[in-house]
């Protein structure tokens, strides 16, 4: 169904469904009277054109992964991000909270090779807000947003990912994909030329969290993913980056990279911040919702007006 809303008459009202046609349920508005509004909006995600520190990855064709951003500090790639709107960028907790002037970050889109990269395609970072819940020792609530200065034109370079459904059963074994700039060897310390992605399978967080693996240090907020044998695996540099995993509509970011014990070591694989668990808090920055209550606020005092 689809209902046309203009500048004037932008409410739809909708009435509990009896009889007759669907059409008879629904009422174009220029106020809403009762004042309940549900407001939905429509947005792309997930999907790539018709077409990493990753330990043991490959390089890849461009638009692959067009949500995948480089955040930089300065004139230096630190971590990872992905685009989850025009102007909003999702990232660790641990890159960018002992750094939250805005003006000391560029975040730079739809690139593959960082020598590609010029210092002035960079977008401007207009605030940063990380999880209030964010703990430095433990990294639990790894996750961070960054308002963008000006929205992002999609392409099929630049894209924006979907987030997970809240309820979903990840399943062991799934198959996702990490990528990132990170360092490509544990004993190599530089970031890579060339964007890299590896397929990880996820693991179960109780098996993660056994004894022979994180011991407990887990909480809800992660999940793993990688290889009991080591071997493929983030690292330093791929922080903030995305794991992703398609379902039957769209990639979806279920991870963010967030930590592990070493790199592509045996019996510790990655840790990801679990994106599904924090879905509320993403929402709730990035909704503007004061935008939208000033709109509704004047239109309540309006109509509360001409009451006696
Ligand atoms: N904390 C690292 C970073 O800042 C990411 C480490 C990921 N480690 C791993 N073994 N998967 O880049």
Sequence with gaps: MDVKVNDTREFVQVRPHQEGS????WQVRSSCESHQIVALKCSECGLRPGAARVVGGADMPPGRWPWQVSVYQGSQHH??????????IVTAAHCVHRQLQASSWLVFTGIITRASVRQEDGVSVKKIIYHP???DHSLDYDIALMKLQVPLNFSDAIRAVCLPPSQQDLFQGTQCWVSGWGYTRPDQVQVTETLKEVLVPLIGTKRCNSSCMYAGELTARMLCAGYLQGKID???????????CQDK?????VGIVSWGQGCAEPNHPGVYTNVAQLLPWIYDITEDAAE?????????KHTAKKQP
């Excluded at 509509?249 to 970011?253: Q, V």
């Design 234 to 244: 983030a690292c330093q540099g791929d922080s903030g980056g995305p794991l992703v």
């Design 22 to 25: 669907l059409e008879d349920m």
């Design 133 to 135: 819940l964010y703990n």
């Design 292 to 300: 939208h209550m000033s709109k509704f606020e004047m239109d309540y």
């Design 79 to 88: 971590c990872g991000g992905s685009v989850l709107a025009r102007e909003w």
């Design 249 to 253: 509509f769209a990639w979806r970011l």
